[in-house]
Every structure is written in C-alpha cells, then in structure tokens.
C-alpha cells in the first residue's frame, strides 16, 4: 500500500496576510487586515469581511482562507469600540460606531487601495449595519449575511432576557453582561438605537426595499436569536428575486460550533461569493442567481485552517 | 465514515415546494457523531442509560461504514466468524492489535482525503502509523474542547498556555506533540521544550509572567517535563503563588523515564506545592494514544471519563473476553469519532474500567490506565491478532 507522507514543511498556507492601520483625524485607529490567495492569478473579485458583534478578525480565519483559496482578495476589520486591536473599548460598542467603522473601511478601500466596488460578508449584528449601508452605497455589489440580525431590539431581547429597549434611560441598568463575560453599556447603546432608528424590524425592511443589490442571507434554524422568519420578512424573497436564503439545518447562532456544518456552509458561501462576482452590476434579474451556486475550485485543509488560525492569533494583540 | 456527505439543495427539488420557497436552499450537513461531539451541552451532563444508547448507535454505524470502506477490515470481520453488523455485541467486535499499525497501513477513506499520516513517539521500537482525515482531526479537537469543560469553564482571553513541547512548526508528525501544538488553536500559547538549564530559566520567567498578565495559566506537558520544571525552579529557589490560577495538565506518560515515575498522587503534591496551587485537583492528566482519536480527561476527582462515542472495556489477555467493570484487564476501545480507519482497538495497557457516578458527581464510564502490558503469553496474544489481520 503506498505511503502518502506529508511533513509540516510542505503544507501550503492558503492565505497570506498583511495589517494595515487605519489612522483617523481624531486620533483613533482601525486595524485591517488584507488576505490574499497564494497563486499569481488574476484575483476573482473583493470581499470584505465584518465580524459579529464580540468577534475577532482571526475568527473569520477560515471564511478567509476559502475565498483566498478560491481566488478573492479578503479585507477584515475590528470595527471601533470592539474587542481586537482597534481603538476603543467593547463596553462603548452602538450600532453608529460599527457603522462609522464600516464606512471609514470602505472609504479607505476606496483611496488606497483602489478597491471601487466589492462584495460584503457580515455575519450576525454587523449584517444588520451592513443592509443599512449596502442600501446607501452603491459601490457595494453583493451582500451576504450569516445568522444577520433584522430585527434588533427582538434578537437583543432574546440574548439578554429583557427587552432593555422598553426602559425609560433613568431605569436601565448601567451594564448588561453578554455571553456572561462581556460588559456593554447600555445608555449609549439605547440612545443610539432609538435616536438613529437601529430598533424596528419595519426599518430594516423599508432600507433593504431600497437595496438593489442581490443578497443572500444564512440563516441557522436553530438559532435562538435571529429567528428565520425576521429575516424572511426583511428580505421579501417573493419579491426580490435577486435575494436568497441558505437555510442552515441543525445549527444554532454559532455557526463554528460543528464543523461538518460549518464546512457545508463556507463551501456554499464561497460558491455564492462566486456566482455574485458574475452578476453584472445594475443589471440584476431573477436569472442572475442561478439555482444552485457553482462548485469550489479549491477547499483549504485542515492543516491549512489550524495553520492560519495559529498564524493569526499569533498576530493578534489581545 | 460515520457522516453523510453534506448535501445542499432546493427547496423546490426535494420537496416541490410551493413558489413561496423560491428563493429557498435547505443545507443539511448534520450527522449523528458530530451533533454529539459538537453539542451545545456537554456529553458529562448526559444521564448514562443516554449515554450508553448513543454509543451504541454511533459504533453500529461506525461499524457499517468502515465494513463499508476498509476492505481489509471487512476481510478481517468475516473471517473473525463475528455476527452480523445489526445483531453483533459491541463485545464482540472484532478488534484490531495497536501492533497491526505497526506493519500495515489501514485506512477507511481514499488517500487523497488523509491529511496526514501521525506516528507513535516510538519509544518502544517501531513506532505506529495511523492516517487521519479532516473529520477525525475535527471530532478529535472537539474531543478535547467538549472535555475542558471538566477542568473549567476559561473564556479563551483569559487563559495563556506554556506547552512543554515543540510548537507548531516543529511537530511533525509525531501525533503526541501534534496534538499538544493545536492548543495553539484554542488559547493563547507558548511552546517551549526544557532541554536544558537555560530553557527551563526561560519556562521558569515565562510562567511567572504570564501569571502576572492573565488571568488563568495552564502549564501542559508529559509528567517529567513537569517535574523537571518543578526539581529546576526548586533549585533556583523559585516559588509560584498561583492560587486557584493556574492549571497543570500532564499528558503522555513517562515514556523513557519510567525509572524516574513517582506516584500520582505525590507527583501531583509536589507540582501543587511548587506551583503555590490551591488545591491538587489543578494538576490533572489526560489520555490519549495515536490509534485511538478521542482524548480522554481526568475530573477534578481524578478519574478519566469516556465520552459516549467510546466504547472501552478491560479485556482477558487469553481470552480477549471483557472482564468485570473495576477488575483489570488489557484496554479496548471502539472510537466512532474516527473515520479515518477502524478504530476498533485492543491496546497493550493494562486498565480498570468503571461506571456509574464517579465521586465528581457526574455519571458515566471512566478508565484507570495502571501499567504497559508485561506478560509474555497476553503480548503473544495482540501479536496473533496482528497476524491474523496481517494476512488479510
């Protein structure tokens, strides 16, 4: 039986990654990272990627690592008030700041590197931010969503308990602790929410009425936060024949959780990334979005994931 | 293989859903092993009549898939005269020697799907090699992230690791130290191999730093390693007040320095006493060996618990026979979190297996490891297995 060694030298990175420092006139900065696939081909299109609320750049290391491996050029961000290495802390996180964050990145992408149009990934509460920017820059050509939160003030009711939303400011408490360790603010919070319009689910649907650009949104059914029928009514796919749903069986809110699902996921995300790339800008119909979204050319190992989770934790700060 | 291929599809194709699902694709990658493995709620926590009812679903299945893939494991099955898949006592399962591994290369998936092929440290002879492919290696890291559980619950910024062993780089394919490096993975960590005085300075500072910035310290590494570590900061007159702040996790046993074991229990009051822990249920150990994928950890009682995707028993070294839970025998394991290759497994330890509530208060099945295998006769006896696989 032939033997088939592989030893540690010979296994490829998929991806190879450099940090830049978006610095701002205020003084604060966002951190980026920039992956890009291996190969001397021609790059297949942009992505950005924004992480979920408490989630770090290195947590979206495999999403990463099959675009790259499929031929995308991958950007990611610590959004301000966030817990990487940009500035600020997570306690002062509002929607407005993650969407000031997303929207600097953008620009920055813009003027330095050239990147004039792309396509988003924005997993949990930054989809909720990102359907309000796709639906107010044009240059964003597709979006895709995972377990993306519609309908705030219900998801943050569901993580916390308690609909904090209905308090009036003098009786709400201090801080609420997320996912038991993680202590946000909630006056700055609030306000912003119901100041800049983040809470009702009707505003999220009359933003995405205005997008036009294709979508698709994955959603876990046994997510106990986003629950699937939010996000059908915000997409209004009887309508919207350029969006669709990937509805992910047997996964809660963590889509990293189990990793056979996690794999059929990445493999039909990186398959939609590829089959948005194609649509034409402005010329979405209901045929853009084929029935089916194409097969991956390459898919990173196991090896080639540890080996990049472990490269970009080295990386991070904490 | 114990899990179905992810398939994706529309709506509209299976089920002719109506044309308000247009727009709709179902994904369904779950399967059985994994959904247990990767449960949002521990395995410990399961009663053990479920526990028993799990397993013993998930190894039939194991058991038709690798009857299904390993032609030489199939070969091996109809020859052994076992019963029927459906109607075969997992006692009965025929098992492979850890010797066979030794000699011949036994896979249940194509060559292009193994990531790698791991070897034994060898430190008896002819190491063993055992291909694995991407979901024995995931089933395996959730082996070991659905068991921290039982040393405690760390979130992943609070905790930096000193491994004792080479880092990432420079592992290889020696599966001990590859699995020590994917700690890298889960938490912050440094590698560091106590070679010599300078290096166990270096891991002396290391640990007194890292216990100044972070809040909890796991110091991971085989039981000499942590001695060495502790005779040296003895002599330099170092002494660590980590309270209830730091964690020692010994892993791979003693391997060419039997000569220098010590009793667990004094082991684990000198590194305790060194480390300024408060308590020796900080000092732990966990198991594992290159034929078998599921890591196996030590409560705070120290007692290894099984998660239910294995199947252990101690065995009669004549007759291969599972004896009584408590008494000792030859250790035996039906693993269905590998899909690799059939790891239906009779080892060379000698073992105690127990089951019931375990003095931590959780219920299920636990092992004692005791000692290798010494007699002549029961080591004659793995070998003929292997011979007998041999000619399959």
Known sequence: MPRDEKSESEIPAAVTTEESVLRLDDGRQIVIWHSRPQSEAPLRGTVLLAPGFCGRMYSLAATAAYLCANGFAVYRYDPLDHRGPSSGELADFTMSTGRFSMDQVLDWLARERGVESLGVIATSLSARIAYRVASERAKIRYLVTAVGVTDLRATLTRVFGVDHMASPPAELPPTVVFEDRHHIRTLGFATDAHERGWNPAATTRVELDRATLPIVAFIARDDDWVLEREVEEALDLANHPERRMCKLEGSGHNLAKNPRIAQAMLRELTGAVMALENCTSGEVQRAALPPSFPALEREPTFEMLTTQVIAERRRSTR | ?392
């Open chain 2, 1 to 392: 293989m114990t899990h179905a291929a992810p398939t994706s599809h529309p709506v509209g194709e299976e089920s002719g859903a109506a044309a308000a699902d247009a727009g709709v694709r179902i994904i369904d990658a779950r399967t059985a092993i994994d959904g247990l493995i990767f449960a949002e709620d521990p395995w410990y926590e399961l009663p053990l009549d479920r526990q028993r009812e799990l397993g013993e679903a998930l190894i039939r299945q194991a058991l038709r898939e690798h009857l299904a893939r390993c032609p030489a494991y199939r070969d091996y099955y109809e020859r052994s005269g076992a019963a029927e898949p459906e109607a075969v006592a997992l006692a009965d399962i025929p098992l492979v020697s850890t010797r066979v591994f030794k000699f011949a290369d036994l896979r249940s998936v194509e060559p292009e799907a193994v990531e790698r092929w791991y070897r034994s440290s060898g430190t008896s002879g002819q190491p063993s090699r055992v291909p694995r492919d991407r979901a024995s290696l995931e089933r395996m890291v959730g082996s070991v992230h659905g068991s921290v559980g039982l040393l405690a619950d760390w979130d992943e910024d609070e905790v930096a690791v000193i491994n004792l062993g080479p880092g990432r780089e420079r592992v290889e394919d020696v599966w001990f130290q590859y699995v020590m490096s994917l700690i890298e993975a889960l938490y912050w960590s440094e590698s560091r191999v106590p070679r010599d005085e300078a290096a166990l300075d270096e891991i002396s500072s290391l640990a007194q730093a890292l216990l100044a910035d972070y809040e909890h310290l796991i110091v991971v590494g085989p039981p000499f390693h942590v001695l060495d570590l502790c005779e040296h900061m003895e002599r330099r007159g170092v002494q660590l007040q980590a309270g209830e702040r730091a964690t020692i996790l010994t892993a791979g046993g003693w391997k060419r320095f039997g000569g220098r074991a010590i009793p667990k229990p004094q082991f684990r009051a000198a590194v305790a006493r060194r480390f300024g822990l408060a308590s020796e249920a900080q000092v732990r150990d966990v198991f594992n060996q290159v034929e078998l994928n599921t890591v196996l950890f030590e409560c705070e009682a120290h007692e290894k618990h099984v998660p239910p995707w294995v199947h252990v028993a101690a065995r009669d070294p004549e007759t291969l026979q599972p004896v009584g839970f408590g008494e000792e025998g030859m250790m035996s394991y039906l693993d269905a979190s590998c899909s690799a290759y059939p790891c239906f497994i009779v080892t060379e330890d000698v073992g105690i297996v127990r089951q019931g509530r375990c003095a931590c208060g959780r219920e299920g099945t636990r092992v004692e490891i005791l000692r290798r295998l010494e007699s002549r006769a029961a080591k004659g006896c793995a070998l003929k297995m292997g011979q007998i696989h041999a000619k399959g």
